[in-house]
Antibody, heavy 120, light 108 residues
C-alpha cells in the first residue's frame, strides 16, 4: 500500500531556510503520470498548495510562493524534498506531502503531516 | 488568481443531509475533488473527478456539479462526519492546484 511521511525541523528561525523530506513507499516517482505534492495548513486557516513534482521532473509551484520554493526528487531513495527560503512567522503550519496519481492534481494518499513553527 | 468559494460553515442534524458548495469560474468544465479533514489528522480524499468515490469511502458521500458550482452531499449525517471539507481543482490558467477555503461541518 502507499504510505508517505514528512520529516524535517519542528522549529526554524525567521529568515532561515526550511528543508522538508517526504519519504514514501508503495509507488515509484519514475512511474508515468505519478506526482508528489506539498500542501500546508496554517493554524486556523485553509489548506494551501505549495508545489508538485512529477515522474518526468516536471514541476509546478504556487504562484505566490514560487520565488521561495524548490521541489526536487530522488527516485533511488523514494523521496521528494521541499525547500522554502526566507521563512517567517506566517509560514508556521502543518506541512503535508501527498501522492498524486494523475495530471488532474488530486491527492489520494497523504502523509500524517509535520508541524513547523517559525520563531526566534 | 483563481478562487474557489466555499461557505465557512454548515450545520446539520444527525440523520439529515448536508450539502457543501464550491463555486468558481469554469468549475463546470474542470474536474473537482473533495477532501475531509478531521481535527489533528491529514486530509482524506472522499470524492474525485466530480463524483467518483475512492475505495473505502461510504456511499453516503456523493459529488455533483451544476453550472459553475460543485456540490458535496453527505446523506444520513453522523457525528463522525464532523470535519473540515475542502474542494480542489487544477487551475489551467496558472497551471497549479487550487483549494477552496474550506467548510466546517457541524453535526448538531
Amino acid at each position: 500500500q502507499i504510505t508517505l511521511k514528512e520529516s524535517g525541523p519542528t522549529l526554524v528561525k525567521p529568515t532561515q531556510t526550511l528543508t522538508l523530506t517526504c519519504t514514501f513507499s508503495g509507488f515509484s516517482l519514475s512511474t508515468s503520470g505519478v506526482g508528489v505534492g506539498w500542501i500546508r495548513r496554517p493554524p486556523g486557516k485553509a489548506l494551501e498548495f505549495l508545489a508538485l513534482i512529477y515522474w518526468d521532473d516536471d514541476k509546478r509551484y504556487s504562484p505566490s510562493l514560487r520565488s521561495r520554493l524548490t521541489i526536487t526528487k530522488d527516485t533511488s531513495k523514494n523521496q521528494a524534498v521541499l525547500r522554502m527560503t526566507n521563512m517567517g512567522p506566517v509560514d508556521t503550519a502543518t506541512y503535508y506531502c501527498a501522492h498524486s496519481p494523475t495530471s488532474y492534481g488530486e491527492f489520494d494518499f497523504w502523509g500524517p503531516g509535520t508541524m513547523v513553527a517559525v520563531s526566534s | 488568481s483563481y478562487v474557489l468559494s466555499q461557505p465557512p460553515s454548515v450545520s446539520v442534524a444527525p440523520g439529515k443531509t448536508a450539502t457543501i458548495t464550491c463555486g468558481g469560474n469554469n468549475v463546470g468544465s474542470r474536474s473537482v475533488h473533495w477532501y475531509q479533514q478531521q481535527p489533528g489528522q491529514a486530509p482524506v480524499l472522499v470524492i474525485y473527478y466530480n463524483n467518483d468515490r475512492p475505495s473505502g469511502i461510504a456511499e453516503r458521500f456523493s459529488g455533483s456539479k451544476s453550472g459553475n458550482t460543485a456540490t458535496l452531499t453527505i446523506s444520513r449525517v453522523a457525528a463522525g462526519d464532523e470535519a473540515d471539507y475542502y474542494c480542489q481543482l487544477w487551475d489551467t490558467s496558472e497551471d497549479r492546484v487550487v483549494f477552496g477555503g474550506g467548510t466546517k461541518l457541524t453535526v448538531l
